[in-house]
């Protein structure tokens, strides 16, 4: 069964921002991580920060849009989720080996999903 757009769209976000979180504004920051992280809403966000719920949008609209942007350029996401697919499969290959195998590949797997 395929994820809710609106959910899919939320960890998409809460991945980039992830990676990304360091190149955005403080403020930029704030309201992605009070809106995705905490699950506020734009008028909960607006009404700590004593301003509109328009501008709480917009700052959220432009810092999403930011992160697209640094992913399409470095693209550390998808770098990530490909590394992760790999380490997936080799690890499911390594299943099928030979216990001295296992174990001598074992620590080499585990600290390449430590790089991350």
Known sequence: ?????????????????DFYSEL???KQRTFLSCYFHDDYSLGEIASEFSISRQAVYEHIKRAELMLEEYERKLR???KHEQRTDCLNRLEDLLGEAS????SKAAPLLEKMRLVD
């Open 99 to 102: 216990p001295d195998l296992r």
């Open 24 to 26: 955005l504004t403080e």
């Open 1 to 17: 069964m395929p994820e809710h757009p609106m959910l899919e769209k939320t960890n998409r976000i809460n991945l980039l921002f």
């Open 76 to 78: 550390l996401l998808a």
